[in-house]
């Protein structure tokens, strides 16, 4: 599976902004996906995930402000991001769950996007 993130840049706090991730290759489904971040210095740390029927979890300090959807049909997880804090300037990565049927079992794998950088000024 590749994935292509893309939407991220600079912002002033209080503005918006929405990452788009795309998966291509060969998979028969796409199970979990999210979004991660990672600022300068610190852990990558989990910011939003969508399950495959739909089910969305925030880490606490984005719950609120960040929404997280999927379109099963474009292959493809969003992040909107409202009301950007200078603490949510990080590298944010795309990560997907894929299952291939192989021998007729699922197979699953993990990717990660590239990265793309959102920086938000005080």
């Known amino acids: 599976v590749q994935l292509q993130a893309s939407g991220g840049g600079l912002v002033q706090a209080g503005g918006s902004l929405r990452l788009s991730c795309a998966a291509s290759g060969r998979f028969d489904w796409l199970n979990r996906m999210g979004w991660y971040r990672q600022a300068p210095g610190k852990q990558r740390e989990l910011v939003a995930t969508?399950?495959?029927?739909?089910?969305?979890d925030y880490v606490d300090s984005v719950r609120g402000r960040f929404i997280i959807s999927r379109d099963t049909a474009k292959k493809t997880v969003s992040l909107q991001m409202d009301s950007l804090k200078p603490e949510d300037t990080a590298v944010y990565y795309c990560?997907?769950?894929?299952?291939?049927?192989?021998?007729?079992?699922?197979?699953?794998?993990?990717?990660w996007g590239q990265g793309t950088q959102v920086t938000v000024s005080s």
């Open positions: 969508i399950s495959r029927v739909g089910a969305a």
């Open positions: 990560n997907v769950e894929s299952a291939t049927i192989k021998a007729s079992r699922p197979v699953f794998a993990t990717a």
